[in-house]
């Protein structure tokens, strides 16, 4: 059973910084392009960063600069380091692995995610 969780969330100022870290279990992702996706709080659910099998990143340009996406295949998880953090960036943080097909995450892999609030 594929199972996604994440760790890592929680309450920091504006500027501060996280590390949010995604636990995959059930497969063997390491042939497969990871994201993260994030969802605040009266709005739908956005992509924020991805990261291939091979190790190449791109980013939402609302993060771009400021959040680092990894990956240690060898562990089955996904980093995602957060910088310079804005009110904006307040969501639940999920991670998920994205159809070999194009179409994006796998609906049915979304697991509980990680709260995210950073406060002015």
């Known amino acids: 059973q594929v199972q996604f969780v994440e760790t890592g969330g929680g309450r920091v100022q504006s500027g501060e910084s996280l590390r949010l870290s995604c636990a995959a279990s059930?497969?063997?992702?390491?042939?497969?392009?990871m994201g993260w996706y994030r969802q605040a709080p009266g709005k739908r659910r956005e992509w924020v960063a991805r990261?291939?099998?091979?190790?190449?990143?791109t980013y939402a340009g609302s993060v771009k600069g400021r959040f680092t996406i990894s990956r240690d295949s060898a562990k089955n998880t996904v980093d995602l380091q957060m910088n310079s953090l804005k009110p904006v960036d307040t969501a639940i943080y999920y991670c998920?692995?994205?159809?070999?097909?194009?179409?994006?995450?796998?609906?049915?892999?979304w697991g509980q995610g990680t709260q995210v609030t950073v406060f002015s």
């Open positions: 990261i291939t099998s091979v190790g190449t990143t």
């Open positions: 998920n692995v994205e159809s070999p097909d194009g179409s994006g995450p796998i609906d049915n892999y």
């Open positions: 059930g497969a063997d992702f390491s042939i497969y392009t």
